[in-house]
């Protein structure tokens, strides 16, 4: 098993940016992809970003590109979410993802998640 553990949410006015980690431990050495998802009330989980966990090959939402950008650091097992010039339609629960197979842009793809974290953009 894989635990995930977000950190890094919070309230911030649109136009502003926030930093969103995750920390995986347990069987890490099965982890092929990490990435992101959010969900806003009454809306569907929806793919935001994923990164292999050798590196490379990010994959973005057309909504969040040139403004998201996602890293991982292998070392400490984490992978971050940098975000920049958030609007409010970016408020959602956050959650981190991991997959053993591929670079996931579909929950399909992730075998664990995190519990969530909360992103309020205030307009």
């Known amino acids: 098993q894989v635990q995930l553990v977000e950190s890094g949410g919070g309230l911030v006015q649109a136009g502003g940016s926030l930093r969103l980690s995750c920390a995986a431990s347990?069987?890490?050495?099965?982890?092929?992809?990490m990435g992101w998802f959010r969900q806003a009330p009454g809306k569907e989980r929806e793919f935001v970003a994923a990164i292999r966990w050798s590196g490379g090959n990010p994959r973005y939402a057309d909504s969040v590109k040139g403004r998201l950008t996602i890293s991982r650091d292998n070392a400490k097992n984490t992978v971050s979410l940098q975000m920049n010039s958030l609007k409010p339609e970016d408020t959602a629960v956050y959650y981190c993802?991991?997959?053993?197979?591929?670079?996931?842009?579909?929950?399909?793809?992730?075998?664990?998640w995190g519990q969530g974290t909360q992103v309020t953009v205030s307009s």
């Open positions: 993802a991991a997959g053993r197979n591929v670079v996931f842009t579909t929950t399909r793809g992730v075998d664990y």
């Open positions: 347990g069987r890490t050495f099965t982890i092929y992809a």
